[in-house]
């Protein structure tokens, strides 16, 4: 058997069983070919579960260690990892769980749960995000009057927008609080802006203005045409580059 | 901006550095020349995550390890992947990058589970000229590791010691040589873990791992969860004698200790290298 069929037959067997023509290529001293194989399937299956705990730590508390097992076995066989790199294994997950929720009428109390993985997975995104460099307010002072409509902001690696239907926040709050009996699900129907400050993921509920205004800046829309689709415009971006949420700038034809 | 770090290489004995003790090692500053991060575990490209491993680098070594590169595998290789990693190496100036003998990796899916390659000359050609492009993107010479096996192939036809020899002279590499993994496979699969020591070219050896496995029904595993085991601590000496003072690691990764426990760890090793160490500058 040449190697690439070799390792094709080997990742299908971690995939769900063991090729015939694979068992009968292996050996051990005491194994047999399907427990060798099983060996490995369960530590491939055992490090993408635990990647995943580690990313949607308070999904995982709200269903319990069982049902999440079931869910990342899931996982693994309907998303299978296409990067070496782990941190980017769980990009999919929220997917999954509005596959399950909408499959599955017993999960209806849970049906907030793609959206409260959805913020977890940004926060894990703003958690490792590249740096950003401060912004460059002199520079910025000195764009030429005629030269300002072209003005474009970066906006922070770190940052993302999400719109929940559900208190996603709330019951995020009350499980690192250790409260998940507070769970309700009144109210919702928020914006929220996930970003990092002082180096840790933050939070914050912003005003549908400000995550049309901040989605407009991410397609890179120059401040012309931000200006024209949005009053108050000076008194938000200071916010903003207060906050850390802007780290930068180019004119609309340069490169970014 | 790039920090500035004192150029040190890595060298006597360190630990391998695990999320759960960073803030240990932070406030206690433990006297180590040197730590081994994993790469699947540190691959930030900013926020604490990496700002932490800025301070740990101020005072320590550090060197990269990782098991998900697929370097045997016969997809494209993951170059995104090899490029965030080379991006780490140069921000935190790493003595040097290792990675496991195997593959993880076909038809575009990824185990992120060390899985192992047939001995046989086709892997040897194949996994050399991986190492080769993997080299010239880092910019710098690999060190690959042995892998702990559970199973054989019928097909193989060379041994460990001669497939890992073989594959550093013509890929140019360096070996790190994980004593764990040597005595797992001795047990599992009857390889001599003496043999495949004096079969490996001495001036390719830079690094060696000690950790401790799991027996799982007389069946070893390289499970990096209990101190390192008698057998193991006796082909550290062997492995000293033959590779004189080679920079040691101790590796805990599951059921983790305290960090004291570690650091005794790398005492004992500490210990058992000056004393092979000494032997031998007395030797006639």
Known sequence: ?256 | MMPVYKPWPASGVGIGLRHEHIQAVLAQKPKLCWMELLIDQHLSSGGAPLHQLEQIRHNYALTLHGTSLSLGGCDPLDTVYLQRVKKLARHLATSWLSEAVGFSSANGQFSHELLPLPYTEEALEHLCGRIRQAQDILGQRLLLANPARYLQFNHSTLSEGEFLAAMAERSDCELLVDLNNLYINEHNLGEPAEQTLTALPAGRVREIHLSGYHDQHGHLLGSHDSPVQPAVWQLFQRALELFGDTPTLVEWDQQLPPLERLLEEAQRARQLMKKVNDRQRQAP
């Open chain 1, 1 to 256: 058997m040449n190697l690439s069929r070799l390792q094709t037959l080997f990742i299908e067997a971690l995939q769900g069983e063991t090729p015939a023509e694979l068992k009968t290529q292996i050996h051990s001293r005491q194994l047999s070919a399907e427990q060798c194989i099983e060996l490995h399937r369960h530590n491939s299956r055992q490090t993408h579960e635990q990647a995943l705990a580690e990313m949607f730590p308070v999904t995982e508390q709200l269903v319990g260690d069982e049902f999440f097992h079931q869910v990342a076995g899931e996982y693994d066989h309907s998303f299978p990892a296409e990067t070496a790199d782990l941190s980017h294994f769980g990009d999919r997950f929220p997917i999954l769980l509005l596959k399950l929720t909408a499959r599955h009428r017993e999960l209806d109390k849970l049906r907030f749960l793609p959206e409260l993985a959805r913020l977890e997975w940004l926060l894990h995104y703003a958690e490792t995000a590249a740096d950003d460099r401060p912004f460059d307010f002199t520079t910025l002072r000195a764009v030429d009057k005629d030269d300002q409509d072209r003005v474009t902001f970066k906006v922070s690696h770190a940052l993302n927008v999400m719109f929940s239907d559900y208190p996603v926040l709330s019951i995020w709050r009350a499980h690192q609080q250790r409260q998940p009996d507070a769970l309700s699900l009144e109210g919702g129907s928020e914006w929220l802006c996930i970003y990092r400050q002082q180096d840790r993921p933050a939070i914050d509920v912003i005003p549908p203005t400000v995550a049309t205004l901040l989605g407009e800046m991410m397609q890179g829309h120059p401040l012309g045409q931000l200006a024209e689709h949005f009053a108050n415009l000076e008194r938000h971006l200071p916010a903003m580059v207060r906050q850390g949420w802007l780290s930068g700038f180019y004119l609309a034809d340069q490169a970014a």
